[in-house]
């Protein structure tokens, strides 16, 4: 494992590639509602990135084709947008998104709500929320990684709600994904924060069972019980002070 502890001045590029991840979040949180569909939200996202100097890192990532992943109820990460996607009263939609400025990369999932939803699907809107600020209390130098994911863990739990195995946070930098890999939940990890880190924390929770399950487009998670699915993650600069978000408007 080799991670990439990053520069002042390379924390200040990527609070910039952060501040643009977010100011296409302010525009979802805006354009999310019943009639549209995620080819539209799909293209939003691009006008923006591109707008603001950047360019969409999902965008041909592994042939992923697409600027954002639009992930709709029982899809849990990796949904394609598509004009055939249209968003009805009562779905909920997880967006995540990528930009890249000056060879430094912002990540940030958000989950919104379609008109209105059921109780069931705002307890997992807002546990997956408090799962991830839980989480984000330990993103300080000197803390154990495993405390992140324990918080995140213990919040699941609290709710009772299934943890995505699978699939995690990660550092980023120049890449997407680079080292660590986060799990959502305690494995032993001995890794220690240090402040320069920059990892993405997104936890990944399902109002049923934890098992989920890749569809035929070899992209789509879904849960294996078809029951929905919350996704939140931010970007976030180990400091000694704690946690610095990055994908946040400036
Ligand atoms: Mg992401
Ligand atoms: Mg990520």
Redesign the pocket.
């Known amino acids: 494992m080799s991670i990439h502890k990053k520069s002042k001045h390379e924390i200040g590029i990527m609070r910039q590639a952060g501040n643009i991840v977010a100011l296409v979040h302010a525009a979802m949180k805006e354009a999310v509602k019943e009639g549209v569909t995620t080819q539209e939200l799909d293209e939003l996202a691009v006008k923006i990135i591109k707008e603001n100097k950047a360019d969409p890192t999902f965008l041909g990532y592994h042939g992923f084709p697409a600027t954002i992943c639009a992930s709709v109820n029982e899809q849990v990460v990796h949904g394609f947008p598509s004009k055939d996607v249209i968003l009805k009263n009562g779905d909920i939609i997880s967006i ?1 998104v ?1 930009a890249t400025y000056k060879g430094f990369v912002g ?3 958000w989950t919104y709500p379609v008109g209105e939803i059921s109780e069931d699907k705002k307890m997992l809107l807002k546990a997956t929320e408090e799962a991830l600020y839980a989480g984000l209390e330990y993103m300080k130098n000197g803390e154990r990684l495993e405390s992140v994911a324990g918080a995140i863990e213990d919040v699941a739990n609290k709710y009772k709600l299934g943890i995505v195995r699978q699939y995690g946070g990660h550092g980023v930098g120049r890449e997407m994904h680079e080292d660590p890999f986060v799990f959502n939940y305690r494995t032993q990890n001995k890794l220690i924060l240090e402040r320069g880190m920059v990892i ?1 924390i ?1 936890p990944m929770l399902n109002l049923g069972c934890d098992d989920v399950e890749v569809l035929e487009d070899g992209w789509t998670v879904v849960t294996k019980d078809k029951k929905a699915s919350g996704h939140f ?1 931010h970007t976030v600069h180990v400091t000694d002070d704690g946690p610095d978000i990055l994908t946040k408007l400036l």
Do not use: N, R, T
């Open positions: 995540d990528g990540d940030s999932a993405a997104e993650e």
